[in-house]
């Protein structure tokens, strides 16, 4: 990759658009690129990290594992999005690993570069500040699905949101162009491999998903919408008795 190329995927990202070019390049020189294959970890808990990162290509996983060594996914980031907000509050990325889904290249910063940044130029602390907020939101919404959600309800909730951030429009519906394993899906939803199968077993007997070629079809988005709103019955039941 030419340094022009590396300028410009910089630039590409959300965070840093406001920057000049030449603001730009600097950042560039100063912090050379980390190139990931498939399935090589970023970070792990055992690393004194302060430091904001940029991903330029591929996709990253960032997650952590609870008790039993299953993987939780706290998010999958995709070419020009942010992550590692930790390097904002001076704390350490505490139990978090970031692991590359694919080959990419990532752009980090530590955390007094970024101050200065946000000294600089008020559009980027302003998009931090919205970035964050997205992320918070994100957060909430998982909350309330595991909370408050059957596991097909929590399962369409997840596809939603990929086929909101990557879905491609095709004859038959909307297709995942990237292949999401059932236990890929369970990390991101706080749930097990076996009960995720399950799940997206009854989505596709409700003609609502299908699987091509390990694929994720979406045959009908708005069943799937509806799918996703149903609240565990418990909840309804104990809200109508109160009433």
Not at 37 to 50: H, I, K, S, V, Y
Not at 124 to 134: M, N
Not at 144 to 153: G, L, N, S
Request: glycine content about 6%; aromatic content about 6%; charged content about 35%.
């Amino acid at each position: 990759m030419t340094f022009r190329e590396e300028v410009r995927l910089l630039s590409a990202s959300d965070v840093l658009e406001p920057l000049s070019e030449a603001e730009i390049e600097e950042l560039a020189r100063r912090n050379p690129d980390t190139r990931l294959d498939a399935g090589q970890t970023l970070f792990t808990p055992d690393e004194d990290l302060e430091r904001l990162f940029v991903l330029k290509e591929g996709r990253v996983q960032v997650y952590k594992t609870d008790a039993q060594g299953q993987e939780i996914t706290l998010a999958v980031v995709r070419a020009g999005s942010v992550f590692g907000e930790m390097a904002l509050t001076a704390q350490r990325l505490r139990d978090t690993f970031a692991r590359a889904m694919e080959p990419s290249v990532v752009f980090s910063l530590r955390r007094e570069d970024l101050e200065g940044l946000i000294r600089g130029n008020a559009e980027v602390g302003l998009r931090l500040v919205y970035w964050l907020s997205e992320r918070l939101r994100r957060c909430e919404a998982r909350l309330e699905d595991v909370t408050f959600k059957e596991m097909p309800a929590r399962l369409a909730s997840q596809i939603l949101e990929l086929i909101d951030e990557e879905g491609v429009a095709t004859a038959e519906g909307y297709l995942l162009p990237t292949r999401y394993t059932h236990e890929q899906l369970a990390s991101m939803i706080g749930a097990n491999r076996v009960s995720v199968s399950r799940a997206f077993s009854e989505l596709r007997e409700g003609g609502i998903v299908e699987s091509e070629g390990r694929h994720i079809l979406v045959k009908d988005l708005d069943s799937l919408g509806r799918a996703a709103q149903e609240e565990r019955r418990m909840r309804r039941i104990a809200e109508s008795d109160r009433n």
